[in-house]
């Protein structure tokens, strides 16, 4: 009996299952983010992470556009483009950014001090910028590919809307709207890009490994943001305590 070949391409199902296996680094594991879960944030700690996490949020149809830039396929343009009009709204429907700035306003942040961009951390803006160049500079199959951390997303977004109003009582409830939106439409996105993905990147093994490689470099960038964004909350609780040994006794 031949043995089998190390190099052969996985099935579409086990292919699938390497991808959703990526899950188990997803920034959601990250401590700030298992601090926010648990409802040790403070105040600060939270509109700091919602002021730095916004750049993100307008980086997200930049990075779309890039893709559909580089796409010579009409129909995966024309399905595409509707995750442009998620975030940017259309007509009367509120899109992601103006939801992201309410949620701002619900943890106590003024639209300028989201939309200024005043509190975005170096970190957070080096992560993402490489994020939009990556979407720019490759082949839109791989940035499809690298778009799939939506797979682990709606987990997330669940947490927040389950454990926000008990951990963190003071966020007005408007301020969840982005996170319900985000529920189906990260469901809705992520069947388009895994079909894209699957498709594209079953030619061989090597290919499969190579879309490992690049969910990684998605997952990477988001750990970098979390990073950036716990060390920016560190400052703040670092001036909280000088602050303090300066008030007189």
């Given at each position: 009996?031949?043995?089998p070949?190390?190099?052969?391409p996985?099935?579409?199902?086990?292919?699938?299952?390497?991808?959703?296996?990526?899950?188990?680094g997803?920034?959601?594991?990250?401590?700030?983010?298992?601090?926010?879960?648990?409802?040790?944030?403070t105040?600060?700690?939270?509109?700091?992470?919602?002021?730095?996490?916004?750049?993100?949020?307008?980086?997200?149809?930049?990075?779309?556009?890039?893709?559909?830039s580089?796409?010579?396929?009409?129909?995966?343009?024309?399905g595409?483009?509707?995750?442009?009009?998620?975030?940017?709204?259309?007509?009367?429907?509120?899109?992601?950014?103006?939801?992201?700035?309410?949620?701002?306003?619900?943890?106590?942040?003024?639209?300028?001090?989201?939309?200024?961009l005043?509190?975005?951390?170096?970190?957070?803006?080096?992560?993402?910028?490489?994020?939009?160049?990556?979407a720019r500079?490759?082949?839109?199959?791989?940035?499809?590919?690298?778009?799939?951390?939506?797979?682990?997303?709606?987990?997330?977004?669940?947490?927040?809307?389950?454990?926000?109003p008990?951990?963190?009582?003071?966020?007005?409830?408007?301020?969840?709207?982005?996170?319900?939106?985000?529920?189906?439409?990260?469901?809705?996105?992520v069947?388009?890009?895994?079909?894209?993905t699957?498709?594209?990147f079953?030619?061989?093994?090597?290919?499969?490994?190579?879309?490992?490689?690049?969910?990684?470099?998605?997952l990477?960038?988001?750990?970098v943001?979390?990073?950036?964004i716990?060390?920016?909350?560190?400052?703040?609780?670092?001036?909280?305590?000088?602050?303090?040994?300066?008030?007189?006794?």
């Amino acid at each position: 009996m031949n043995a089998p070949i190390l190099n052969t391409p996985w099935t579409r199902e086990e292919f699938e299952e390497k991808l959703r296996e990526k899950g188990k680094g997803y920034h959601i594991y990250h401590p700030f983010h298992v601090m926010m879960y648990e409802g040790k944030l403070t105040r600060e700690q939270l509109q700091c992470w919602v002021a730095n996490r916004f750049y993100y949020q307008i980086g997200i149809p930049q990075k779309d556009a890039a893709i559909m830039s580089n796409c010579p396929d009409k129909e995966i343009r024309k399905g595409w483009i509707q995750r442009i009009i998620d975030h940017d709204g259309e007509g009367d429907n509120v899109g992601g950014i103006e939801a992201w700035i309410k949620l701002g306003e619900a943890v106590g942040l003024s639209r300028e001090d989201v939309t200024s961009l005043k509190f975005v951390s170096p970190g957070v803006k080096f992560a993402v910028d490489a994020y939009i160049n990556f979407a720019r500079q490759r082949p839109w199959q791989e940035s499809v590919c690298s778009s799939l951390t939506e797979l682990f997303a709606p987990h997330i977004h669940q947490q927040r809307i389950s454990s926000w109003p008990s951990m963190y009582p003071w966020v007005k409830e408007e301020g969840l709207i982005y996170f319900k939106k985000r529920l189906t439409e990260a469901r809705r996105d992520v069947e388009q890009g895994l079909h894209v993905t699957l498709d594209y990147f079953s030619q061989s093994r090597e290919m499969q490994e190579k879309a490992l490689e690049i969910l990684q470099f998605k997952l990477d960038v988001l750990w970098v943001i979390a990073d950036s964004i716990m060390l920016a909350c560190t400052d703040i609780k670092v001036e909280q305590n000088v602050d303090y040994l300066r008030q007189p006794r």
